[in-house]
Every structure is written in structure tokens, then in C-alpha cells.
């Protein structure tokens, strides 16, 4: 059986769209959000590892922790993935191609105690928070409003989330694993 394939929309190419978004500008926003959409699923990853891996007397209320933050970083990569396609752009998808262009490292295969993950967390969540408000500031000055809102609800929840991560490195209670 024999199938062909025709490939709609080449990667790294940005097409006219529906919200008729300036290709140019939007050549600028769709790679400012394929950063951000790289940094979420690494993110995403490196939550779950944390899920998989903690243990310990907080080790169920950490786990709830870490999958809660693993699925909203999963619901920021899908709405970036989705803004990404109505501006006519193609958003990255494999993950190699994730890593390499993810501004936050993945911290690797080695299982840490709670509070090193944690803090490896929080660094990563800070620099989210650093990039994406600048993502902000550049989409706004292109005239993308849209975009601007949607990381504005992104930043938020980062904020939030480094907020939370402070909180349970300011305890004592955190065993070494």
C-alpha cells in the first residue's frame, strides 16, 4: 500500500492567516513562542521526573504538586502551539527539537532530593518568567494584542507557581528525598 504524502506547511515557515496577522511581525512572535512552547513541555518533563521520583513523608502532597504543574505546563504548550498555527506559524514538535531550543535545560536523568528538584523547579520557572514578559512586551509592540493576553495568563500562572515553590523551600520539613 502505497502513501503519499504532502506536506502542508513547511517548519520554520510562516504563512498568511486568518487574524491576517503581518507575516513579518509574525515571523518575530512565532519564534518568541516556540521558545516558550520548548521551555513548557521541558518543563512539563522535568515535573513529571519530580512526580515520579519523590518520596518521603511530604511525598504525596509534593506529587500532587508536581502533576498539577505538570498539566497546566501542558495546557501552556498547547494553547502556545495553537496561537503559534493562527498566525500562520508551525509550532516544534519533536523532542529533540525541544531540547535544543528549550531556553530552560532539562536538569537530566538523575533522581535529586525534593528540595533540589524544587529548587531546579524554580530557577526554570524564573527564567520562564523573565522570558515571557519579555515575549510580552515584543508581541504587544507588533501590534499582537492576542498574544499579549494569552502570556499575560501564562505569566501569572509562572508566577504563581515560583510563588509556591518559595513556600515549600522556606519549610524545614523536606526530607532528602
Known amino acids: 500500500m502505497s502513501h503519499q504524502r504532502q506536506v502542508l506547511q513547511q517548519a520554520g515557515t510562516v504563512e498568511e492567516n486568518a487574524v491576517r496577522f503581518d ?8 519564534q518568541a513562542l516556540n521558545l516558550d512552547l520548548a521551555a513548557s513541555v521541558v518543563a512539563s518533563h522535568q ?4 512526580r515520579w521520583s519523590v518520596a518521603g513523608p ?7 504538586f508536581f502533576r498539577e504543574a505538570a ?16 498566525i500562520g506559524g508551525v509550532p516544534l514538535s519533536s523532542p ?3 531540547e535544543r531550543h528549550s531556553p530552560v535545560p532539562f536538569e ?26 519579555s515575549h510580552i512586551e515584543l508581541a504587544e509592540s507588533l ?4 498574544t499579549g493576553h494569552l502570556l499575560r495568563g501564562h505569566l501569572a500562572d509562572l508566577e504563581r507557581r515560583a510563588s509556591a515553590i518559595d513556600g515549600l ?7 532528602d528525598r
Open 23 to 30: 507575516t513579518e511581525k509574525a515571523e518575530q512572535v512565532v
Open 47 to 50: 515535573l513529571r521526573k519530580h
Open 58 to 64: 511530604h511525598s504525596r502532597d509534593l506529587g500532587r
Open 71 to 86: 498539566a497546566e505546563a501542558d495546557r501552556h504548550a498547547d494553547a502556545l502551539a495553537r496561537r503559534i498555527r493562527e
Open 96 to 98: 529533540a527539537t525541544f
Open 108 to 133: 537530566g536523568e538523575d533522581v535529586y532530593d525534593a528540595r533540589t528538584s524544587l529548587a531546579n523547579d524554580r530557577d526554570a520557572y524564573g527564567d520562564s518568567i523573565e522570558r515571557v514578559s
Open 143 to 146: 501590534g499582537d494584542h492576542a
Open 169 to 175: 523551600l522556606a519549610g524545614d520539613s523536606l526530607t
